[in-house]
């Protein structure tokens, strides 16, 4: 997995540790993305842990009409790659159409693929002409083989660079169920396979407008994940998650996030 050395090669790091994705869910103003990437980049130096910083510079696919999406694609990114330069990490944000995909990658390293447009060819396609890491979140409604199709389209764009998220499956209306299989399927498409223990702890489609979540189990998302081989976890955080403009219902408490992340360097220890 060449990519995530050249995606790395600036931090120190254990290369037998997972690697950690994490902010918060969108970008909401410059102070909140400064201080969740200084705490963050502080504890993974600390435990070794290879980091990328994530937000979303606008949120597409919204529950309600009235729900916050971003403060402008083009300022967002630009507070994106000062996080980058800033804190010398690689930083991604999930892009939406095959329009947006050159627009985001002059400034950012990872192009991320929402689950629910991961069978959308020119959004693939496009992603992958960039030359860019492009992190394909599997859908909902997908098994973890199905995904070989998201990597050969890549790989047919001349785009080697890849990963896949695991971030659960649908089951009924408002809930979703994560299936632990689909990590080791995964790895076998020959592509480092995060989990993202945030959303895949959704409770989606509520009548309110308002996505629910349980975040009381991020631990035990992750746990499992870096038991069953996850090479990387996807985790939201905000210092307080009650005030969140996106997805405060399943963020994990900043303050929580340095001792879930000491637990889970010493599980990987023992199943490395």
């Given amino acids: 997995m060449k990519h995530l050395k050249t995606l790395f090669q600036g931090q120190q790091y254990n290369p037998d540790n997972f690697f950690l994705i994490a902010g918060p869910c969108v970008i909401e103003e410059e102070e909140l993305l400064m201080q969740v990437a200084e705490k963050v980049s502080g504890i993974c130096k ?16 919204r529950t309600s009409i009235h729900s916050f999406t971003g403060i402008g694609d083009v300022e967002g990114l630009e507070l994106l790659q000062k996080i980058g330069k800033t804190f010398n990490v690689p930083v991604t944000s999930d892009i939406h159409s095959a329009a947006e995909a050159a627009m985001a990658a002059a400034y950012v390293d990872v192009l991320q693929i929402p689950a629910f447009l991961c069978r959308q060819t020119d959004i693939l396609l496009a992603a992958a002409e960039t030359g860019k890491v492009v992190n394909v979140k599997k ?11 998201a990597v050969e389209k890549i790989k047919g764009a001349g785009n080697d660079n890849i990963m896949l998220t695991e971030r659960g499956t649908t089951f ?25 223990c945030t959303h895949s702890l959704q409770q989606p489609n509520q009548t309110s407008g308002v996505t629910g979540g349980n975040p009381k189990l991020i631990g035990t998302i992750a746990k499992a994940a870096i038991a069953t081989g996850a090479d990387g976890l996807f985790i939201e955080t905000h210092p307080d998650p009650a005030c969140a403009k996106s997805d405060g219902a399943n963020m994990l408490r900043l303050d929580l996030l340095e001792e879930l992340l000491e637990q889970l360097v010493a599980i990987r220890k023992v199943v490395k």
């Avoid at 600390?46 to 696919?61: D, Q």
């Fill in 46 to 61: 600390r435990l070794e842990i290879p980091y990328i910083f994530k937000a979303s510079y606008r949120k597409a696919n």
């Fill in 172 to 196: 009924g209306y408002q809930d979703l169920v994560v299936d632990y299989r689909n990590i080791p399927i995964m790895r076998e498409l020959g592509q480092p396979v995060v989990m993202d």
């Fill in 139 to 149: 859908g909902q409604f997908l098994s973890g083989e199905a995904m070989k199709f």
